[in-house]
């Protein structure tokens, strides 16, 4: 899959998490439920698995070309915003393509590239497109494109996340990675140091629980935690070890053995790795890579949780040649708390090569 290609080539990126400048004791799981490594190997139906789904066709021209070897993909207000190569795409609700963002340069008002980005509805309203790279966080009007401010000029911002009207996280590749400020740029502190052996770094990293902010370290099942109650970070595992589930110990035990280049592949032979943590509004949805690439989807609600390996799931709702089109749901992302997003594999259409026609989106509301 073209997302998870880009997946490991982030993961050679020199950033990455480990000690940290506040050190907690071990702390109870954000998700304390048993049994998720249980496999159940039933023959299911994708389309059971959801309350309702639809497939979203991405108009495809000359304009609306989808490109890159990953792309993240944004519901934002019944539209889509789609990263492709140092642009962003927008589609409406239905797939029919509204506009492109180009804005790369060198001017106070372009950015260079785009490591990340998120539409943001500002306290004033606006919805605001917020792209971040080489140059900090460059704001447009979503609307518009019109320039609205720089934020961090100067510094390399690998991901970010808006909290509120005064609290923005952000990840560079400082000596302290995790930093909290406001939305000016000015700094409230930092928390935690560069590890090369938790160097993964994926689309959608931060995820909300409780009224938390959590950022995934890597595939393993901890996070670091920001508090915007007492605005204060730690770090938590996201759900109890069992099984031979990596953690990031594991990783810099296999980083001090092997090295950095050999760790991730060491890694993926003997642990399963935690791909994707999407809370949805009755649960939490986990996906899985265990040894042998063999990709599982998690369902956990009320203390519970049904896991099932992509191997046993029937795809009834299209035609694909198996279901690894799944693990796309790194790659997306949905402000309805009810609504995962996957990319349906591009296909040829009318004797036209499927490299010149855009993937397109299966939308479903969970149960």
């Known amino acids: 899959m073209n997302c998870m290609k880009r997946i490991g080539y982030y993961s050679l990126m020199l950033l990455a998490f480990a000690s940290c400048s506040r050190s907690p004791q071990p702390m109870e799981a954000l998700y304390p439920v048993q049994g998720y490594t249980d496999l159940s190997q039933e023959k299911v139906k994708l389309s059971s698995l959801f309350a309702e789904y639809r497939l979203i066709p991405l108009e495809t021209n000359d304009s609306s070309l989808i490109g890159g070897r990953g792309n993240k993909v944004l519901q934002r207000d019944s539209s889509f915003y789609i990263e492709s190569e140092n642009t962003i795409l927008s589609f409406d609700n239905d797939g029919h393509f509204i506009s492109r963002f180009d804005k790369r340069g060198s001017g106070p008002e372009d950015y260079i590239d785009i490591s990340d980005f998120d539409v943001v509805s500002s306290s004033e309203g606006k919805t605001e497109l917020w792209l971040s790279g080489a140059g900090g966080i460059k704001v447009y009007d979503a609307l518009s494109g019109a320039f609205i401010r720089g934020v961090l000029s100067g510094s390399y911002v690998h991901q970010f996340q808006y909290v509120n009207d005064s609290t923005l996280l952000f990840i560079d590749s400082g000596d302290e990675v995790f930093h909290v400020c406001d939305l000016t740029g000015k700094e409230r502190f930092s928390y935690f140091k560069k590890d090369l052996a938790n160097a993964v770094h994926k689309f959608n990293q931060f995820f909300s629980c409780q009224g938390k902010i959590c950022y995934q370290l890597g595939d393993t099942q901890e996070a670091i935690v920001y508090d915007p109650a007492v605005d204060a970070c730690s770090v938590q595992p996201v759900l109890p070890v069992e099984g031979n589930v990596l953690t990031s110990q594991i990783s810099r035990d296999y980083y001090d053995k092997y090295g950095y280049l050999e760790q991730y592949k060491k890694l993926s032979e003997d642990y399963v790795m935690l791909s994707v943590v999407r809370p949805v509004h009755n649960g939490t949805v986990f996906e ?58 591009r296909v040829s259409r009318n004797n036209v090569d499927a490299n010149e026609e855009n993937f397109g989106l299966l939308e479903v509301v969970c149960k």
């Open 288 to 345: 899985w890579i265990a040894p042998g690439m063999d990709y599982w989807l998690s369902f956990c609600a009320s203390g519970t949780c049904h896991t099932i390996p992509f191997s046993a799931i029937d795809n009834d709702i299209f035609q694909t040649e198996d279901n690894r089109f799944l693990a796309t749901l790194i790659c997306c992302e949905s402000d309805d708390d009810s609504v995962l997003l996957f990319q349906v594999p």
